[in-house]
């Protein structure tokens, strides 16, 4: 740490900020040279070049994960009440909080430790859940139509044996590519596979 804070003391002598406008005094002091312009690799230069790309597509992220909500919701809706489901739909991200919430849970416990690179597991359980969801409904109103005078334990068995049957190979392909991707001898990657691979196994779970 304190390597670290002598090297943003450096870069900030040489007119560069790395406080991203967090902090004021670093803003008022970090003054670019007018007639030199530095281009330092300190030990830190690579992580805080990363951090600010990071912080410059939180935006496009954020817009990303909104769309595919909406979407979501306009996909499984109907315009009467009673065949609204709306709570597909919220379920669905419930669902998916709780399979980010797990695998973290489940590789904290295991001693994985957690990396940058695990920001985007949500994003990617949240198209996987949206992509189970839509074949699960869209297999429940499949038997719901064609045989409107059976039961509803009927269509839910016909549901988990159609639908449920297609999800499973889909979970099982991304959880075993996930972790066959865990070999990895780079740790951070290695590290991101296996939490994303307990994500989605857990996701599939929680979905059935």
Known sequence: PIATAWEKEALCILGVDYSAGRDEIYKEKCKKDDLLEFRPNFQRSFGDEFGNAVRADVAKLG??????????FIM??????????IFIGTMTVVIVGLSYMGCMGLGGYIGLPN???????PFLLLGLGVDDAF??????????LAKPHESTVYHVTQTA????ISILITSATDALAFLVGS??????LSWFCQFAGMGVILCFILQI
């Open 63 to 72: 817009s990303s994960y909104i769309a595919i909500l909406v979407y979501m």
């Open 76 to 85: 499984l809706s109907r315009r009467d009440s009673v065949h609204s489901q």
């Open 115 to 121: 990396n940058q690179l695990n920001n985007n597991i």
């Open 135 to 144: 074949v699960l409904s869209s297999e429940f109103m499949r038997s719901s």
């Open 161 to 164: 044996r159609h639908g449920g």
């Open 183 to 188: 070999a990895t001898v780079l740790p951070a």
